[in-house]
């Protein structure tokens, strides 16, 4: 599914948190279709690095060109229709909403992107094989059922792009496994673009390229 | 009730509707900050009319004139909507969307001339002796200005006013003609009820059936409520309620059915959008039921606080002098009475003022035009200017006061001599 499109432009991205660079004149491209992992140690600019292509974070340089639009110069509103309608996010704590559902926090997502459909997300649990949990809370789901309900709260309004912040942290080799297996399922069948920042080598091993960063410079790549 | 009052509460309903509209549509998702700056457009008409005519015409107490020019203004961001809402449909402008815009300024026009006689009597201009086409200044001047906002608007946030229906701005406009012109109101109601009496009539009339020697009389009194002032605004207003509402039922419960095309979550934006597009113009009802809820509770206190009684006519006794009854005058509300004294028709009016003591004077004063006077709580008030009296205060002479006339009061009788009466109403009312 991989194509020569560009999906995702970044040019000289340089973020300073105080006396703290964060990210340090950051430049890539990333096709459409395409699995990209973000590696680097603790402190090295990951997930400010999606913090950013998200819009979450403003940087205090540089440019993001997301679907030829830039979201670096976007106000609020824009940025929440962007993050909507093309952005997916799956981070290393889920963060479901605890007195939901594993439907309803899917739903949820529906309900932010446009209006909740049951039959939608039902099918989407379904996909990632939670049909039989979808009516548990998140505290009744283990670690792996929690990451698989945020994948699908991620993919029902099926992104453009997914991103995904150290999706395993959490999990034991077999729940990283899976999880896995749901990112190149939907990477291959559904085409999503996929941006993971993991510090994990067998996680980075799905993923077509791996940027490597360290203390907030690109400092190096590798093509699977 | 001042006379005033009717305008204050005017501006009190523009004020409470003008809330809502920027209430309402600040709260629904999505579309906040867009609808708040087409809402706005809709008011810097009327802020732009007060702003005109209070630096213009220094005549800041008609503010009825004011809404005049705002409705108007409205009316014109409306037709600019309409236009850009049809050309979307279409793709390009075409026949329909220019035959749109000439009927809108054909309308324009026509009520161009009403407003501009309502100036013409304004006693500034008068007293000044100056002829200004104010109301084509004005009107052209802020229609112009309207229609260059609503084009930036339209050119700018196109997709807003596309999801905008025109029939529901029309129907504010519509409201709003209610709120602010009776005469409208009685008109429409007029012909309501011509309508309904016309089906009636020609109903037996095709069915061989003489109609009116065969119905009773209760028949015809019931036909004939449609006909009396009260009932007719009340049938023009529901009937008016229920185009609304109608218009309400099969715009919102028209079923839409995305592309079949669509599936997923593009699906569900089309839905999303469309059930967005069905609130933003739920909107411009909100303010159209209060309008017409408004207009008739303006009507209701209208029509029992003003006392206007048709004069009595009178004759000239043998003497030379008129003879009134001081029995017949003595309620304490305002008798107003026509004698024919050398073909010159006079109107007068006989008064038992709250402190006992009796006024004879014209229904007419110096200054305006003789259209006489209404009586209101504690105050007659000019029906031209709508400047009040004070009941006490009527018989002195002077400026807006009724003109008094001598009278003495004899042997049960309100005497006043006719040639004095003639000499008076032909020196009050000369050259008007």
Known sequence: MKSNEAILTVTGITKIYGNTLAL????????????????????????????????????????????????????????????????????????????????????MAQYFHSIVDEGEAVEVLHQIGLAERMHHFPAQ?????????????AIVNRPLLLLADEPTGNLDRTNAQRIMEIFKQLNEELGVTIICATHDEFVASFSHRTLILHDGRLSGERVR | MNPVTPILFRTFVVAVLAFLLYFTSTHIKAISRRVALLTLAYLWGLLWSGLYLAQFTNAGYRIDKVFVLWM??????????????????????????????????????????????????????KLNRVFIPIGHVALLTGGGLSITIALIITRRWNTIVERIHPAFPLLLVFACVFLFYPNVTLLTAMVFARIAHDVFHW??????????????????????????????????????????ATAFGAFYYHRDIPPEELSGPERRLWLAANMRRKRLNMIFLVPVFISIFASLTHYRIKSQAIFDPDPVPVELNKDGRVYIPVKDTGDGSMHKFSVSIDRVKIRFIVLKKPDGKWSVVLDACNICPPQGYAQITGALFC?????????????????????????????????VDGKQLKNTWINSTRGK
């Open chain 2, 203 to 244: 109903a037996s009339v095709f069915l061989l059936l003489p109609d009116h020697p065969y119905l009773s009389n209760l028949v015809w009194e019931i036909i004939g409520l449609l006909f009396k002032k009260g009932t007719g605004v009340l049938i023009a207003h529901g009937a008016f309620a229920i185009l609304a």
């Open chain 2, 72 to 125: 108007l203004n409205t009316f014109l961001i409306t037709g600019v909507q309409t236009y850009w809402w049809l050309a979307s449909k279409n793709k390009q402008p075409s026949w329909i969307n220019h035959m749109y815009m000439v009927l809108v300024f054909v309308i324009f026009a026509a009520i161009i001339s009403e407003a501009d006689m309502s100036f013409r009597h304004l006693a500034f201009l």
């Open chain 1, 24 to 107: 340090n004149n950051v430049s890539f491209l990333i096709n459409s279709g395409e699995w990209v992992s973000v590696m680097g140690p603790s402190g090295s600019g990951k997930t400010t690095l999606l913090g950013i292509i998200s819009g979450i974070i403003k940087p205090s340089s540089g440019k993001v060109i997301l679907t030829g639009k830039e979201i670096t110069a976007m106000n609020d509103e824009e940025l929440s229709l962007i993050r909507r309608q093309c952005i997916g996010l799956v981070f290393q704590e889920y963060n479901l909403i605890p007195y939901l559902t594993a439907l309803e926090n899917v739903m």
């Open chain 2, 383 to 415: 029906k031209y200017c709508g400047t009040p009296i004070p009941l006490n205060t009527v018989g002195l002479p002077g400026g807006c006061n009724p003109v008094p006339v001598e009278f003495h009061i004899s042997d049960g009788f309100i005497i």
């Open chain 1, 141 to 153: 789901l283990s670690g792996g059922e929690q990451q698989r309900v945020s994948i699908a709260r």
